[in-house]
C-alpha cells in the first residue's frame, strides 16, 4: 500500500506564492505518475498538473505553476505563483503505475493523499 501525504498548504495573499509537497511511500516512487488536482466547493475535482514521462498542465495555472519531482525524497512539489481568489481550493495529491492515460481521469489514479487547503485572499 502506497502513502500519500500533502503539505504546504495555508493562507496567503492575492499575488503571492506557495509551494505544496507531496511524499508517496513505496520503493518505485520514481515510476509513479504522480499528478495534483484540487477541488473547490460545490466544485468538482480537477486536474492542475501532472509529471511522468513528461509535464502536463491545466490551461487555468499554465505560466503560474511548476511541478517537479525529487525522486530520492520520493516527493513531488507543486510551485504555485501570483495566486488568485479563484485559485482556493483543497490540493490533493494522486499517484498512478501506468501511463497512456489522461491526466485528467481522476479514476485511474491509484492513491491519493488526503488534500490541503490553500486559502487565496483578495
Known amino acids: 500500500q502506497v502513502q500519500v501525504v500533502e503539505s504546504g498548504g495555508g493562507l496567503v495573499q492575492a499575488g503571492g506564492s506557495l509551494r505544496l509537497s507531496c511524499t508517496a511511500s513505496g520503493r518505485t516512487f520514481s515510476s509513479y505518475f504522480m499528478a495534483w488536482f484540487r477541488q473547490a466547493p460545490g466544485k468538482e475535482r480537477e486536474f492542475v498538473a501532472g509529471i511522468g514521462w513528461s509535464v502536463s498542465y491545466a490551461d487555468s495555472v499554465k505560466g503560474r505553476v511548476t511541478i517537479s519531482r525529487d525522486n530520492a525524497k520520493k516527493t513531488v512539489y507543486l510551485q504555485m505563483n501570483t495566486l488568485k481568489p479563484e485559485d482556493t481550493a483543497v490540493y490533493y495529491c494522486?499517484?498512478?503505475?501506468?501511463?497512456?492515460?489522461?491526466?485528467?481521469?481522476?479514476?485511474?489514479?491509484?492513491?491519493w493523499g488526503q488534500g490541503t487547503q490553500v486559502t487565496v485572499s483578495s
Open positions: 494522486a499517484a498512478r503505475m501506468n501511463g497512456g492515460i489522461r491526466w485528467s481521469d481522476t479514476s485511474r489514479y491509484d492513491y
